[in-house]
């Protein structure tokens, strides 16, 4: 059998390095998974808490996902202003000061039996 070089390697040298590669479970959180379609995943916006964004494959049909901002990092105005966002708004309460002079016979005769 005659043997073809590549560049330093012979091609039986090329193939049994081929072979020690290490094929494990993490060979596919290196790279993205190649293919063409992928199975229940939909494409969803993800926006950074600086502004930019990027697309992301998500297992749930959603259009953006918005990642939190650290409020330590904000000036205490900014603060101050968010954390009060997030308290719950306080219920009005109407206070009813009607008269109590309202005649139901006047409207009797539009009431049709």
Not at 45 to 69: A, C, Q, W
Request: hydrophobic share 30%; charged share 35%; net charge positive.
């Amino acid at each position: 059998m005659q043997c073809r070089c590549l560049g330093r390697l012979s091609l039986t040298n090329y193939y049994n390095s081929l072979q020690l590669r290490n094929l494990n479970s993490l060979s596919a959180a290196i790279t993205k998974p190649h293919r063409r379609i992928y199975e229940r995943t939909y494409p969803v916006m993800v926006v950074n808490p600086d502004g930019s964004t990027f697309t992301i494959r998500y297992h749930e049909p959603r259009k953006i996902i918005t990642l939190p901002i650290n409020i330590w990092t904000l000036s205490e105005a900014e603060r101050k202003e968010r954390l009060e966002r997030r308290k719950p708004r306080k219920k009005i309460k109407i206070e009813e000061d009607i008269d109590d002079d309202f005649d139901s016979q006047k409207y009797i005769k539009y009431i049709k039996k």
